[in-house]
């Protein structure tokens, strides 16, 4: 019983460094403000259902079979889809169960427990895809963050020329590389089947899930309905859009001592325990074995993880 709470314990302390460290979530509270501020958007019935016959030609039958033993398939999909890659569930779920069958038998056969070695193994298996999405997201994020006003710019251009709103989105889905244009590009493309500018403007918002973007399609929405100059109004947007950028990397600057420290505290720990075990493992494999070393490093988890969560607190800024 003391060895599979300390497993369990082990596994618990994993996952909190993992949502410790791996950067500030999504702000709810900016995102309830956010909210607030849409429109109501009336789909197309037609279009919305050449739209659900396109998605599901796209899947497979083992997508599909995934799809219905998954408790919530849309957040995991809308993850996938937010990084940019072609990945079906399917494949995603295949290299979480590859990788966590991987890590489980090496280290059964390292000598580790049969309990650990699962553990480890569902957790690698499920954490090391999760984190590796979660870079290639926050890594488009980025790129989309950046070239956006410009691309703004480019709109705002091309209003002041006389185009309308829908001919200078094709302009900036044709002209500005990376994210932004294949973004720009998509929202078109629904606009030739028939939806309607607002409605595929705020799907591409829900699946970027910047501020950013939820800010430009609140400013179409609110100049629809209240008239305007909208190459007036989508100039102070990147403006104010540039200058945010300007205050993120201002604080990421002051931030980054805290940062640096509070990753080397947090993972020291477990490096020097990783070569201890690995230089000596009968010196080490007390703490499987001795019930009071057990409680003893179950405890400095704990407090582990409560210094990890203030530290996280510390660093995590709101803008």
Known sequence: MPFLLLTAAIFGMLAMGVLAFT?????????RRLDALK??????????????????HQQTSFDLAITRMLPNPTV??????MTGKEWTLGQYMLVNLGLALFVAILAAFKGAPLMLALLGGIFIGV??????????IKKRVASFTSKFPDAIELLVRGLRS??????TMGVVASEVPGPVGVEFRTVVDKMKIGRTMEAALQETADRLGTPEFQFFVITLAIQRETG?????????????LRKRAQMKLKIKAMSSESKASAYIIGVLPFMVFGSILWINPDYM??????????MTGL?????MGIGAFVMRQMINFEI
């Open 162 to 167: 006389g185009l309308p709103i829908s001919e």
């Open 127 to 136: 954490g090391l895809p999760h984190m590796v999405i979660g870079h290639l």
């Open 285 to 294: 494999m007390g703490f499987f074995r001795d019930e009071r070393l057990m």
């Open 23 to 31: 950067g500030p979530s999504t702000n709810k509270a900016q995102s």
């Open 228 to 240: 305007g100059n909208l190459a007036e109004t989508l100039s102070n947007l990147a403006d104010v």
């Open 299 to 303: 405890g400095g988890l704990v407090w």
């Open 39 to 56: 429109g109501r958007h009336v789909e197309d019935a037609v279009v919305a259902m050449q739209m659900r016959r396109i998605t599901a």
């Open 76 to 81: 995991l999909r809308k993850r996938i889809e």
